[in-house]
Each structure stands twice: as structure tokens, then as C-alpha cells.
């Protein structure tokens, strides 16, 4: 296998390079990237009533995104033997803002949603090069505090988008939700150009186009057939929803054989050869499905069920991003020092106990709770993830970074739009259920409420089994110490 080999140069090659300026220019670039993906939550029950589509609709902007995202993650182990990273990143902006244009001046949701996707499609070729860039600038004992920093990006912009897109709203309109990053992202491009370097090798791998046509048939099956469950009254009885996920999960498994035999893979799976990095992406997918779909339910239902405000609403999830954002660095310093079970395993049993405490809201439950579980998760997870992925990362030679990176890079995302769609639709089936057994005739306000409740705390009940399986992952989880040959 000659792909990564030659594609990524060794740190030491890179000893005189100025780091600052380089993660600099991906830290603001990604920032507002990666914002956009739980930037139009609090927004989702506007556009719900000014595009006149459902919940299983709408989540459709959310999902989109990171669908869209997953699919192109896959690519850019290959593409990044294709293209320099200053080409990679200015390209992957340039994307980004055209979609963000598109989004804001949208006349209807399916032009919002055409908007959205390429938007995704720059953040997608973003995320890769921003951990790519990290291994290759950075030796395996200092790389804990620059994944931290990398971490802030990652973790504090979703959870920042919420509060972000609640005070836009509240002073605004939800257009200005995309008008107002267009200037950011520009600096970004303007920035990178003057600062960014070049710091991984052009190889110019083979294309495969077989093997991209089956990893996106692959997941972006699975992804549309989750998603497509909430909509309609048949669910996941229907034949565009296991179909679409049967085909996916076919295609993933054609595309997974095909790279074992191919000398130079777009994705190499032998990565998974590695027990730490196995262990580390189930891991990893449970917490992003954590995440995201509870980003997604609690501002649905604090505006659904409680009647507050979008700015209210996201006011209550400010605290617990600025939490967040503030403890990743700090988890990866702590990483690089006492290694990822101090981290991860409390991370896991804590987010267990806040899965159980979501469980119990209802419609009188005061807001102060809301923020003190929603900081509780946002603790959680950042002593979980960025520690657990740099572990796992450490263990792969300096061949397979580009494939780690970029399998670990889509599967969270595959992960976040299946929980979003999984737990919309839970929350969705659970609702009319809740309804159909409770309720006589025109439903009432406080029906509503209270089948949302009702929907909500179904949702976090399946969350907390997949918690409790993160819990168990973590007690095989030990540090690696130096990265072998798989």
C-alpha cells in the first residue's frame, strides 16, 4: 500500500514550520464550519411554520448537513493526496460560503436545503485536514493539547450554534443566521491564503470510482433510510426506509471488501486491525449520537412544550457550550499527562447519570435544570472524546493517519445524523402514539406539551442504553504508548 506512505511527511520534517499561524487559520475556518451544524436548531420551529413542512421534515437541514459531511469525509484521505492543504481548505471555505449565501437568500426549504448541502460539502473536506494537520505538525506526546485545541473547535462551535442562532433570531431574522458568518468565513480564505502551509505531500493516488460510488451509496443510505423513519404514518415499516438502509449497508460492506483487496485504498479499514482504534469508534459513535440528537430535543421541546422563546431557549444551552469549549483544551493537557481512563471512563458514567436525570423532565421542570443537566453533558463529553481519539489515533503508524482520521471524522458524523433522525423519529412516533391513546378529538395546547414530554423522555430512555454500552467500551480502553505496525 503506497497511499500514506509517502502522502503524509514525519513531524520532524516539519520542526521549523510556525504552528501558530497554521492552526490559527484552521481554527477559524472550522469554527464557523462546524457552527452550522446545530446552528439552525433553535431556528427549526420558525422554519417549520414559515416553509409550512413537519418535524421529520425540517430535521432535513440538520441531517442533510451531516449526511452530506459523511459522504464527503470518506473521499478525503484520497483527496488529500490529490491537492496541497492551502488548496484543500481554501476550496473547502470557498464551499462554505457559496452554500451560506444560497441558505440566506433561499425562497423555500428545498432552495435552503440545496444551500445547506454545500455548505456541508466544505465542512466535510475541513474536518479532515484540520486532524490531519495536527498529526503530521505535532509528536505523539504533545498532540493531547493541540486535539484539545482542535476540540474547542469541534466541540464548542455545535454547542455554541443553539445560543448563537437564538440571540440572531430574537434581534433579526433566521436569514441573518447565514448572512452574519459570510464575513468570518471570508477573513478565514483571506487569512489561510497569507498564512497557511503546505504540509503534507502530493501523491496522486489512482481514483476509484467504484469504491467512492459504493461509500456513498454506503452512507448515505443508512443515513436517508434512519431519517426518512419519522416521516409518514408507516415508519420503519416502509419500504424507502429499510430499503434505503439495507442498500447502504450492502454497499458499506462491497466498499469495505473492495479496499481490503485494492493496493492503494481510498479508506484503508486495516486501520480497524488496531483493537484501541476499534474500540475508540464505537466509542465515539455512541457520544456524537449523545450529542447531537439532544442538542436537537431539548430546544424542540423548551420552545415546543414550555413556550420559550428562541432566544430563552438558547440562552439555556449557553453555559454548557462556554463549559465545554473551556474544558477540551484542558482534557487533552490532562490526556497528554495521565493517559485516556482518568478521562474517559468517568466521562462515560457520567453521562449515564445525566442520561437517567433527562429522562425525568416534564413540562414543570424549572429552566435552571435544564442548564445544569445540559452542562453536565457537555462535561461529559469533552472528557470523553478528544482524549479517546487521540488515543486511538497514537496507536496507527504515520501511514494510516490519513485513513484514522478520516474514518474516525465520518463516522461521527454518520453517527450525529443517525441520532438526530433516530431520536426525532422516537420522539415523533412516541407523540402520536402518546395521542392516539390519550387524547379525543382536536388535540389541546397542554396535549401537545404533554406528548412532547412524552416523546422526549422516550428518546432519552433508548439514549441511556447506548450510554450504558459507552460505559462498558471504556473498561478496554488503556493508553498507547507508541504507534506499531498493523
Not at 449565501?101 to 479532515?128: H, K
Amino acid at each position: 500500500m503506497h497511499t500514506g506512505s509517502n502522502q503524509i511527511n514525519t513531524v520532524g520534517a516539519h520542526a521549523d514550520v510556525k504552528r501558530a499561524p497554521i492552526m490559527i487559520a484552521l481554527i477559524i475556518g472550522a469554527f464557523f464550519a462546524i457552527l452550522n451544524e446545530t446552528l439552525l436548531n433553535v431556528a427549526l420551529t420558525q422554519l417549520m411554520v414559515e416553509f409550512q413542512v413537519g418535524e421529520a421534515t425540517v430535521q432535513w437541514l440538520s441531517t442533510g448537513f451531516m449526511l452530506m459531511v459523511g459522504i464527503l469525509i470518506p473521499v478525503s484521505a484520497l483527496l488529500i493526496s490529490w491537492f496541497t492543504t492551502r488548496q484543500m481548505f481554501i476550496g473547502a471555505m470557498t464551499l462554505f460560503t457559496i452554500g451560506t449565501l444560497i441558505s440566506g437568500l433561499a425562497p423555500n426549504f428545498s432552495v435552503l436545503l440545496i444551500g445547506r448541502l454545500i455548505q456541508a460539502s466544505g465542512t466535510g473536506l475541513l474536518l479532515p485536514i484540520m486532524m490531519n494537520t495536527i498529526l503530521v505538525l505535532f509528536p505523539p506526546e504533545k498532540r493531547g493539547g493541540a486535539m484539545g485545541m482542535m476540540g474547542l473547535v469541534i466541540m464548542f462551535a455545535p454547542a455554541l450554534g443553539p445560543t448563537l442562532s437564538g440571540v440572531i433570531i430574537e434581534a433579526l431574522n433566521w436569514r441573518w443566521l447565514f448572512f452574519s458568518v459570510v464575513p468570518f468565513a471570508l477573513f478565514s480564505i483571506l487569512f489561510a491564503f497569507i498564512f497557511l502551509k503546505n504540509v503534507t505531500k502530493v501523491t496522486k493516488p489512482k481514483v476509484d470510482v467504484i469504491s467512492i460510488i459504493l461509500s456513498t451509496l454506503g452512507f448515505g443510505g443508512i443515513v436517508f433510510g434512519f431519517s426518512s423513519a419519522g416521516e409518514g404514518a408507516s415508519g420503519w415499516t416502509h419500504p424507502e426506509v429499510y430499503g434505503t438502509i439495507i442498500l447502504g449497508a450492502l454497499s458499506l460492506i462491497l466498499f469495505v471488501l473492495r479496499q481490503l483487496k485494492m493496493e492503494e485504498p481510498i479508506l484503508d479499514v486495516r486501520t480497524f486491525r488496531s483493537p484501541m482504534f476499534s474500540i475508540t469508534t464505537i466509542l465515539l459513535i455512541i457520544v456524537m449520537m449523545s450529542m447531537f440528537s439532544t442538542m436537537i430535543l431539548i430546544p424542540m421541546f423548551l420552545q415546543g412544550a414550555m413556550a420559550l422563546t428562541a432566544f430563552a431557549a438558547g440562552l439555556a444551552l449557553l453555559p454548557g457550550g462556554l463549559l465545554n469549549g473551556l474544558m477540551s483544551p484542558i482534557m487533552g493537557k490532562l490526556f497528554d499527562k495521565f493517559g485516556p481512563t482518568f478521562l474517559v471512563r468517568p466521562g462515560a458514567i457520567l453521562l449515564v447519570v445525566v442520561l437517567i436525570l433527562f429522562t425525568t423532565i416534564h413540562t414543570e421542570t424549572p429552566i435552571y435544570v435544564f442548564v445544569v443537566y445540559h452542562c453536565l453533558l457537555m462535561v461529559a463529553i469533552a472528557m470523553m472524546m478528544m482524549p479517546a481519539q487521540t488515543n486511538a489515533l497514537n496507536e496507527l503508524p504515520p501511514k494510516y493517519y490519513p485513513h484514522g482520521t478520516a474514518i474516525l471524522n465520518t463516522l461521527q458524523q454518520v453517527a450525529g445524523a443517525i441520532g438526530v433522525a433516530l431520536f426525532i423519529s422516537i420522539m415523533s412516533n412516541s407523540r402520536t402514539n402518546y395521542l392516539s391513546e390519550n387524547v379525543q378529538g382536536e388535540p389541546s395546547v397542554q396535549d401537545f406539551a404533554l406528548s412532547l414530554t412524552a416523546g422526549v423522555q422516550t428518546s432519552f430512555k433508548v439514549g441511556l442504553c447506548f450510554a450504558i454500552v459507552a460505559l462498558v467500551l471504556t473498561f478496554f480502553i488503556k493508553r498507547v504508548k507508541e504507534p506499531k505496525d498493523i
